[in-house]
């Protein structure tokens, strides 16, 4: 295989990171998005490792590769990468993109807002982008329908003992649960000890539960569980969202944010064109409002700001063994 270049620009929405692949990656031909997904999956997954793993990435690392959309109407289409494979919807890479595109000229640039579609893989996202001074000063994006999808769902996870957990659609599909349920605090328990409450939780649920998406097969699987605080839901709220592989969102997680408001609104706990923020584990907080409810689902927004962190181009030698990347091992590799 010949010596490859990609270039890319490094953002970040909350801490977490966004890297978008600006160049070098093949042009993918899928007739949807979905088949994309699958295309980049099968065919192109050496170089989704070569971005997210090391050296050139780290376990936390996230990625987007912007493709042609397949729906009427949408400027672009994106897919969302991570160490584990391709997820169906990224709310903090949502925001960052919508900052992203305005400044790239893919759309019109117009104060005080800027309107357009983005396709992600669960489905096309009204955005809109706030411009003040030439500057996209915010992002909110409107989700594909939320709901719930169990309540008081019992799982017996291996040391923690029975659960008890809601799942609900944000875009993904999560477990929800305070911490508590797990007989830890969320802001006194170490953090290595939360991750590994959620990721036996959503082990297990995956183990031993079927999801079925009702509009498409690739989208029926739980993404990850996030563990939340006590806090009431007229107050701003804490979570950690697990997802893929245990990895750890920096972010308060934009698809979650609208699982957790489709869940509250489920439960009778809000109504449409409630507000309420919240706060990952970096500190810097999204807001959720319902705007649309539609059956037993409901439509979210979510709003938060993207920032640019560099850009570049990254370089894989034909003769490098690490050239597509690696994970750091649990062990010592044998010699």
């Not at 009427?72 to 890479?93: D, N, Q, W």
């Not at 400044?103 to 579609?117: I, M, N, Y």
């Not at 706990?269 to 959720?288: E, H, M, N, Q, S």
Request: glycine fraction near 10%; aromatic fraction near 8%.
């Amino acid at each position: 295989m010949a010596r490859i270049t990609l270039t890319y620009t490094d953002m970040h929405t909350a801490g977490e990171p966004v890297r978008i692949v600006t160049g070098g990656y093949p042009e993918l031909t899928g007739a949807t998005i979905l088949d994309k997904r699958r295309q980049a999956r099968d065919a192109y997954d050496h170089l989704r490792s070569a971005m997210m793993f090391e050296p050139r990435g780290h376990e936390g690392m996230y990625g987007v590769i912007p493709v042609k959309p397949s729906v009427p109407g949408a400027v672009i289409g994106v897919l969302f990468t991570h160490h584990e494979g391709y997820s169906t919807m990224c709310g903090h890479a949502t925001v960052a993109l919508g900052r992203w595109i305005v400044d790239q000229g893919l759309v019109e640039k117009t104060e005080p807002v800027t309107r357009f579609l983005m396709e992600a893989p669960c489905g096309p996202l009204a955005m809109e982008c706030h411009v003040k001074n030439s500057e996209v000063t915010s992002v909110t994006f409107e989700s594909v329908p939320a709901f719930t999808e169990g309540r008081d769902e019992a799982f017996d996870v291996p040391g923690f003992g029975r659960i008890i957990t809601d799942i609900a659609y944000g875009g993904a599909y999560y477990a929800i649960l305070p911490a508590s349920r797990f007989g830890l605090d969320l802001f006194e328990t170490p953090v290595a000890k939360l991750v590994d409450a959620a990721a036996a939780l959503t082990d297990t649920i995956r183990s031993q539960r079927k999801i079925t998406h009702p509009e498409a097969d690739d989208l029926g699987f739980l993404y990850g569980t996030i563990i939340t605080d006590e806090a009431a839901v007229d107050q701003p709220s804490a979570n950690l969202c697990v997802f893929a592989e245990r990895q750890i969102d920096r972010a308060p997680t934009g698809s979650g944010v609208t699982a957790r408001m489709a869940l509250d609104h489920a439960k009778g706990l809000i109504k449409a064109g409630t507000t309420r923020r919240f706060y990952g584990i970096a500190g810097v907080p999204f807001d959720g409002s319902i705007t649309r409810v539609e059956g037993s689902a409901v439509r979210v927004a979510v709003s938060g700001q993207g920032y640019y962190a560099g850009q570049g181009s990254f370089i894989i030698e034909e003769n490098d063994a690490l050239g597509f990347g690696f994970e750091l091992p649990k062990h010592f590799t044998r010699i």
